[in-house]
């Protein structure tokens, strides 16, 4: 199967690029480096160093024989997108190439304009690309659990049926996002469902929970082909910057009351879950919606596990709670359904003290590497232009264990550039 990835050098696209090209199918990875981009104006570059993505690729081909095209482009421009498309014709398209981090859709307006931008023109124009080049191809957007926010109901798998006034119908589950980067994915939904009820698309809708680990049966191979490992405020995960502070003597800083639960899942069932939906196509004219993930946890239950197999580990692992820097309910209802992928052939990997010790162990490996200025909060919710400084948010007290919060135990988020 010809498989397009865009968005394929990033923390999901690169190994997926691999694994598609490890099962066979012919792969182009399709990226303009937005990511890196904008992760280096922050401050907040990954813990390893990866190469480019053509030197990921001659890497993975000298390692496996295996071969993964690439082309550097920006997919929010439509000629380029037409271009590719049109030369590629590809029967799938896996959609990652989308500005990926809540906090920074946050910080002011030039990041929430570029968020907005560059999320919805990419999808659009995939749209058109796909309508004008190969209308029979399977669309494979990756959405976010995020779509849904925290209902005080139960979470449908991306429909609700709905009984008023003695009719009924079925909607697309109502959704109400916690951040700019969220309501991007919500309109990527909306954009794909209007042009599937008005053209016939096939399209997949992946409603992602936060994702975890390094390690695929690909990656393994050199660690050059390792996926980007982020663990700061604005694009590490929750997983991710526990595992980095554990191992950096940091405590373990906690949101607020920490009840927030989410879905998660490992980097593994990532590409299950994209595998099995382009083994297992949408029909024309259908919009297949999943939730995707394998587990939830609140983030309280996350650290005490960290600091359970820190702690076994000989790191003293710390827990501190801090002021929330999002606006988000600390303590909910939350009991999403999640059956499609799992009917489909899912077989999950779960978040054992045995795998956490394992990304401890690789953390651990780039120990030297882990700049400790970039771990705490830079952004918040309620301020515009607010990513502070380097020497405002770094400006805290030196702990036993390691640098701390600020002399208030508050993080430092409201400071100007």
Avoid at 253 to 265: A, C, D, I, K, N
């Amino acid at each position: 199967m010809r498989v397009l990835i865009l968005g394929g050098d990033g923390y999901l696209g690169w190994p997926t690029a691999m694994h598609f090209a490890s099962c066979g199918h012919e792969v182009l990875a399709v990226d303009n480096y937005l990511r890196r981009t904008i992760a280096l104006q922050t401050r907040s570059e990954a813990l390893m160093t990866n190469p480019d993505l053509h030197t990921r690729a001659d890497l993975f081909e000298a390692h496996t024989g295996f071969r993964i095209q690439v082309q550097i482009g920006d997919c929010s421009d439509f000629l380029f997108m037409e271009k590719v498309v049109s030369q590629f014709v590809p029967e799938t398209i896996v959609h990652y190439a989308e500005q990926p981090s809540a906090p920074y859709s946050m910080i002011d307006f030039p990041e929430a304009r570029l968020t907005l931008n560059n999320n919805l023109n990419t999808t659009f124009n995939t749209i058109w690309a796909v309508l004008k080049h190969v209308p029979q191809c399977h669309i494979v957007k990756l959405g976010t659990m995020g779509e849904y926010g925290t209902p005080n109901i139960d979470i449908e798998e991306g429909w609700i049926q709905i009984k008023h006034n003695g009719r009924e119908e079925k909607f697309l589950y109502p959704r109400q996002a916690g951040s700019l980067y969220h309501t991007t994915k919500i309109l990527d939904t909306d954009l794909l469902w209007f042009y599937v009820r008005t053209h016939g698309l096939r399209v997949t809708d992946l409603m992602q929970g936060p994702v975890y680990g390094i390690s695929t049966a690909q990656a393994d191979l050199d660690e050059r082909l390792m996926p980007n490992f982020h663990y700061d405020d604005i694009f590490g995960t929750v997983v991710n910057r526990f595992l980095v502070q554990a191992v950096a003597g940091i405590p373990l800083t906690v949101y607020g009351r920490g009840g927030q639960v989410r879905g998660y899942l490992n980097l593994n069932d990532t590409l299950q879950c994209v595998a099995l939906a382009v083994d297992k196509p949408a029909a024309c004219g259908e919009m297949r919606i999943l939730n995707q993930f394998t587990e939830l946890f609140s983030v309280n239950e996350l650290a005490e596990r960290v600091q359970t197999v820190g702690n076994a580990m000989g790191l003293n692992v710390q827990i501190r709670a801090i002021a929330n820097p999002r606006k988000e309910k600390e303590e909910h209802y939350y009991n999403p359904v999640f059956s499609g992928l799992l009917q489909l052939g899912l077989e999950p990997h779960f978040l054992t003290d045995d795998v956490l010790a394992a990304m401890l162990s690789q953390v651990m490996r780039f120990r030297d590497r882990i700049e400790t200025s970039r771990i705490l909060p830079r952004v918040s919710w309620n301020s515009t232009g607010n990513l502070v400084a380097e020497a405002t948010l770094h400006g805290s007290i030196h702990a036993e264990n390691g640098v701390g919060l600020p002399p208030d135990g508050q993080p430092a988020i409201a400071a100007k550039l």
